[in-house]
């Protein structure tokens, strides 16, 4: 029978699952970005993670945005050659505009 302590994981085991640092792990658990219980009882922290608090850490950091953000400037559009020769022959058939 697995026990809550048999269920959760120590940070370099999350670190080997997440492909990250020991170093990284332990740095989102002090910043509060990934819930652990310290189960240590003296001066130096023992972290345990449950795997429902590692599910919820990566769907937070997952980058598929519910909504997709637009980031900095909008890249151009690049004509394709069909659209290219569709607007030469498009500008070319209009007069040229003579200021008055």
């Keep these: 029978m697995a026990t809550e302590l048999d269920t959760t994981l120590t940070p370099p085991q999350v670190a080997k699952y997440l492909h990250v640092r020991r170093m990284t792990v332990l740095d989102w658990i002090y910043a509060g970005e990934l819930k652990a219980v310290d189960t240590s009882n003296g001066p130096r922290p023992s972290y345990r993670v449950t795997p429902e608090d590692l ?9 598929r945005a519910a909504v997709p953000t637009p980031l900095g400037r909008p890249r151009r559009r690049v004509e394709t050659p ?15 505009a003579v200021p008055a």
Excluded: G, V
């Excluded at 599910?55 to 980058?63: A, G, I, L, V, W």
């Excluded at 069909?82 to 040229?96: C, D, G, H, Y």
């Design 55 to 63: 599910k919820d850490f990566m769907q937070r950091r997952s980058n």
């Design 82 to 96: 069909a659209e290219r020769i569709a607007n030469r022959e498009r500008t070319a058939s209009q007069p040229l």
